[in-house]
């Protein structure tokens, strides 16, 4: 099974590059995001569950997070692996995903980290804005979601480092740049 976390800064490119990957690999796409508004959405026992901590204005704890996350892999409708997008966000998250992966007899392939400049990635960003009119994407709402990515998401990145996982892509030059660059490693 071929299991990768594609990683990176916001506006780093993610999205575009999963697209990719998902289409040249044909991996399965696990979004805790979209996987949380589904699970709400069709009223799941565990969505429901979700809702009400949302509602709340709480976050979703990890271990929720995780049976949610389970139940999806299982569901799963290809071998070939998981790419995740959003996940894992924190060093008990990652630390979780890789004892759910251990369950199911396989284990990480990559956490791969696409690498931009910040002053790329805010130019990024802003360029978003204007052409999807985001409201996310204002310059103080870009600061603070890097502020956030530096104290909360980053360690999680260094973990991965630690455990000889991590491989770093230039996330710069043109989208097939970039997807020629993580196919180069995957090939491998």
Known sequence: MLNIILFGA?????????????????????SMGDILRQQIAQQTPLGLEAKALIDKGQLVPDDLIIKI?????????????????GYPRTLAQAEILEQLLTKMGTS????????????????????????????DDTKEVIEQRFKEYEAKTKPVK????????????VGTGTEADVAERLDNILRK
Not at 10 to 30: A, D, F, M, V
Not at 71 to 84: D, P, Q, S, V
């Open 10 to 30: 916001p506006g780093s490119g993610k999205g575009t590059q999963s697209k990719i990957l998902l289409q040249n690999h044909q991996l399965e796409y696990i």
């Open 69 to 85: 996350l389970e139940k999806r892999m299982a569901e799963a409708k290809t071998t070939n692996g998981f790419l995740f997008d």
């Open 108 to 135: 990480l392939s990559y956490f791969i980290s696409l690498e931009v400049p910040e002053e790329e990635l805010t130019k990024r960003l802003l360029n978003r804005a204007k052409i999807e009119g985001r409201s």
């Open 158 to 169: 260094d973990y991965f480092a630690q455990k000889g996982k991590m491989i770093q892509i």
